[in-house]
């Protein structure tokens, strides 16, 4: 559904995206991830037609949005919400809801019934009478979805759609969106970890520029899982103990420090029951135990950090 091809993006002599490529299929769930400034809202610029690419294309539909004949067809399928909701506050959510509608081209004969199915399908029922400027962020960001999804269109481009909103606006706001995805693609931008990993089964990240990973959350951690540490705490220090937890096959180090014992092993190695089997042994107290492995926090971390020191 979506093809980007090479993709190069100057703001004069920065270089705000570096040969992006990528594909989207119908109907996926794909979080764009990285810092700030890294690229993502420039990205989505482009391939709502905003932007014209320096060097390479997006193709939606197999239709090229450089080509201007296009433009407006291509721009019919897209719905967007910008990180600025674009709300016209003195008007009622209603009443901005269908003047939205028909500059998208909604005629006369469909256009409440589109109003009434997006009021609906955002949770903006109570609101429908309400003036803009009177509404909470959380309400405001109901409102800026609606306005994407007025003309139906089959994919949905948010950027970071939950910026300032409160933990339990952004629980409701990301409920929306999967239910949005369940019929549409969606590009989610993001720069919140816990945001993407709850809403999209594909995350795209990206970092000064360039994509440094794509993969659904499970993949990526698979793939850049290594070494495993197993962390234990116990009431009494035995330092005869870190000897033997060292001589364990599959151990590559352990330290010991107040109490708690950071165990590195090789990936896949299980040692656990060995662990806990010499802390009972050498009286230690054994208080707890786990095995931590690589999050998405993590390859997030070391993928974004790559070349920022």
Do not use: W
């Amino acid at each position: 559904m979506i093809r980007v091809e090479h993709l190069v993006k100057r703001y004069g002599d920065f270089t705000a995206l570096d040969d992006v490529s990528f594909e989207l299929k119908e109907g996926e769930v794909v979080g764009l991830l990285g810092p700030n400034g890294a690229g993502k809202t420039t990205l989505l610029r482009l391939l709502v037609s905003f932007l014209k690419p320096d060097e390479g294309k997006v193709e939606i539909d197999g239709m090229d949005t450089r080509k201007a004949i296009l433009e407006q067809k291509i721009k019919s399928k897209i719905g967007y919400l910008p990180e600025q909701a674009p709300l016209y506050e003195d008007m009622l959510v209603e009443e901005y809801l269908e003047f939205i509608g028909r500059m998208q081209g909604i005629g006369e004969g469909e256009i409440g019934d589109r109003v009434d199915a997006v009021i609906d399908k955002c949770a903006l029922a109570e609101k429908r009478n309400a003036e803009i400027n009177t509404l909470s962020k959380g309400y405001r960001q109901r409102v800026g979805i609606a306005q994407a999804l007025i003309h139906n269109p089959r994919i949905v481009i948010l950027d970071e759609p939950t910026t300032g909103l409160d933990p339990k606006q952004r629980i409701e706001i990301r409920d929306l969106i999967r239910e949005i995805g369940k019929d549409r693609t969606v590009i989610l931008s993001s720069h919140i970890l816990s945001e993407v990993q709850s809403t999209c089964s594909r995350v795209i990240i990206i970092n000064r520029g360039q994509i440094v990973a794509d993969g659904t959350p499970e993949d990526l951690e698979r793939s850049a899982r290594g070494n495993a540490k197993i962390l234990v705490e116990i009431s009494e220090e035995r330092l005869p103990l870190l000897d033997r937890l060292k001589g364990l096959e599959g151990v590559l180090e352990a330290t010991m420090t107040e109490k708690k014992i950071i165990i590195e092993v090789g990936k896949d190695i299980e040692v656990r029951s060995e662990v806990a089997r010499l802390v009972v042994q050498s009286d230690a107290g054994l208080l707890s135990l786990a095995r931590e492995e690589t999050s998405l926090e993590d390859i997030f971390i070391n993928l974004t950090n790559q070349g920022n020191e």
